[in-house]
């Protein structure tokens, strides 16, 4: 059995990919990329993702990613000049939509900005006999007791 030889440039481009999709957090990105023809298998990719910090690699990188990200900028822009010829047309934009929304946020990514922003608040409204103990019930703000 022979086994593909990958150059560095090739390598780093790969660990690229992989941060595009979020790698470490996103456990499955090695998988999607070795399912692609020609990838190695993602046992592979862990593994170079682990050595990353070779210098050679990690070069290649950092010179690599301003690339992507200008490459991608001007997807997007196709995308939105596409968008706004449709609604001229009044065409369907879902499938430019979405592809504009995984152009912006794989740009995020590779920037280094968060790809989701969330707030949670949660509140408790008590009725009747108060659950808590004694000497938290009789504060004066036992009703504005965050979780």
């Known amino acids: 059995m022979s086994y593909k030889r ?3 440039e090739q390598q780093a481009m790969f660990i690229l990919q992989m941060e595009t999709l979020g790698y470490p957090e996103n456990r499955n990105a090695p998988e999607t990329i070795a399912r ?3 990838a190695p298998s993602g046992r592979t990719l862990r593994r170079w993702w682990k ?3 070779n210098p050679d690699v990690d070069k290649i990188v950092q010179h690599k990613k301003p690339d992507l990200v200008a490459a991608l900028s001007e997807l997007l ?4 000049d596409a968008a706004i010829e449709a609604v001229q047309g009044s065409e369907d934009l879902r499938a430019l939509d979405t592809g504009i929304g995984i152009l912006v946020d794989k ?3 590779l920037s280094g900005n968060p790809t989701e922003r969330s707030q949670q608040e949660i509140t408790v409204n008590r009725v009747g006999t ?3 103990p004694p000497h938290l019930a009789s504060r004066t703000d036992a009703n504005n007791i965050r979780a």
């Open 107 to 109: 740009l995020e990514l």
């Open 6 to 8: 990958f150059t560095d």
């Open 130 to 132: 108060s659950t808590l």
């Open 36 to 38: 692609q023809k020609g």
């Open 51 to 53: 050595i990353r910090h």
């Open 77 to 80: 822009q196709l995308h939105i």
